[in-house]
Structure formats: C-alpha cells, structure tokens
C-alpha cells in the first residue's frame, strides 16, 4: 500500500525556524514527485510545490517562491518542508502527497499524507 | 483569488444528481488534464477524478469527471450523506509553470 505518512503538529512563535516531513512508503521513492499543499484555517487548497527525489529538481509556485524550501533525503524515503522564519500568517494545515506526473502539464495527487497542523504564535 | 473557479456550495436531495463546475482559462484547462479531490470534513483530501474523466480504483461510478474548452464539470449521481464535503478541482498552469486549484464547492445533501 502506497504510503505517505507526516510529522505531528507544531507550535511557534513568529521568527522561528521549522522543518516537517513527510515519509514514502510501498513505492519507489525516487520514481515520483512529492508536492506541498498548504490549506489555512476555513479556506481552499493551495499548490506550493514539488520536489523530484530522484535529483531534487525542485519547482515552486510563485506565491510561495522565497517563501519556504522543499528538500529531499531519498536515502529514507522522506521530502521536507521548511520555513527559516516562520510568521504568523503561516498558521495552516500543510499535506504532502504524491504527484503522478505522465508529462509535465499531465499531473495529479495521490495519495495525500494526513496533514501537519502548524501554529505561529506568540 | 483562485486560478480557478468554483461555486462556493451546491446542494441537493438525497439520491439526485449534482454538477460542480471548475472554470479557468487557456493557460490552465484550455490545455492541460483536469483532476478533482474530494475532502471530507477533518481529514486530508482523496482522489477522485484524474485525466479529466478516469475514476482510481475504489472510486464508485455515481462520480464522473468531464471537460469542455476551459471549464471542467464533476458530477455526483444517487447522493448520500456521506458525499458531504469540500471538492476541488486542480490543474497545471503552464503560464505559472506550478500547479493550481479552484477555491473549493461545499456540498450539501439535504
């Protein structure tokens, strides 16, 4: 069974840095993309970014370029997701999940990981 | 502001049918494959629709997925009450060179 499991919620204040993963299972890590997904309190899903085990290619979309930084360690099967300072506006549920990707405009998420609740605040 | 356009909710009787729009542009659905996630309350969002009309295994067929120039439809057939949930469409923007999402449609099933 395909697999992405996360790390467990977060609490900090406004300036700290954080780092959250996200682990692959029943696949071939390398093989897939691992996107971001960031979903603040009562809104919609939002497309940060994706990141090729494989090499680390790495895209972002341009609302969260600069913003935060997508990692990699393909040796345990684990992508990352971190903020060197965090702000309060960062408070939301982040996903990570699989991006299927047949060509580079022919793509889609699955499965999701459980989610990781973040909350900056002092 | 979403890339893509969704009607905030729908709603309908138990075992009709509903229909959830997802509009965008040429840079985004005009030319590239349509999916749709269905997001039960409290929990991560599912797969339900990928490649504009391809259903994942373990997916029932009272969900379709189609697409038209720039907009893209999901349909539900036969509602329960366990359809209710937020539903999104998503996309890639070759304009962006990222991916995007419509801002969600609430489903009720009154």
């Known amino acids: 069974e395909v697999q992405l499991v996360q790390s467990g919620a977060e609490v900090k204040k406004p300036g700290e840095s954080l780092k959250i993963s996200c682990k692959g299972s029943?696949?071939?890590?390398?093989?897939?993309?691992i996107g971001w997904v960031r979903q603040m309190p009562g809104k919609g899903l939002e497309w940060m970014g994706i990141?090729?085990?494989?090499?680390?290619?790495?895209r972002y979309s341009p609302s969260f370029q600069g913003q935060v930084t997508i990692s990699a360690d393909k040796s345990i099967s684990t992508a990352y997701l971190q903020w060197s300072s965090l702000k309060a506006s960062d408070t939301a549920m982040y996903y990570c999940?699989?991006?299927?990707?047949?060509?580079?405009?022919?793509?889609?998420?699955?499965?999701w990981g459980q989610g990781t609740l973040v909350t900056v605040s002092s | 502001q979403s890339v893509l356009t969704q009607p905030p909710s729908v709603s309908a009787a138990p075992g009709q049918k509903v229909t959830i729009s997802c509009s965008g542009s040429?840079?985004?659905?005009?030319?590239?494959?349509v999916s749709w996630y269905q997001q039960l309350p409290g929990t991560a969002p599912k797969l339900l629709i990928y490649?504009?009309?391809k259903r994942p295994s373990g997916i029932p067929d009272r969900f379709s997925g189609s697409k038209s120039g720039t907009s893209a439809t999901l349909g539900i057939t036969g509602l329960q009450t366990g359809d209710e949930a937020d539903y999104y469409c998503?996309?890639?923007?070759?304009?962006?060179?990222?991916?995007?999402f419509g801002g969600g449609t609430k489903l009720t099933v009154l």
């Open positions: 490649e504009n009309n």
């Open positions: 998503g996309t890639w923007d070759t304009s962006l060179s990222a991916g995007v």
């Open positions: 999940a699989r991006h299927i990707a047949v060509a580079p405009a022919h793509n889609w998420f699955d499965p």
């Open positions: 040429s840079s985004n659905i005009g030319n590239n494959y």
């Open positions: 029943g696949y071939s890590f390398t093989s897939y993309w």
């Open positions: 990141i090729y085990p494989g090499d680390s290619d790495t």
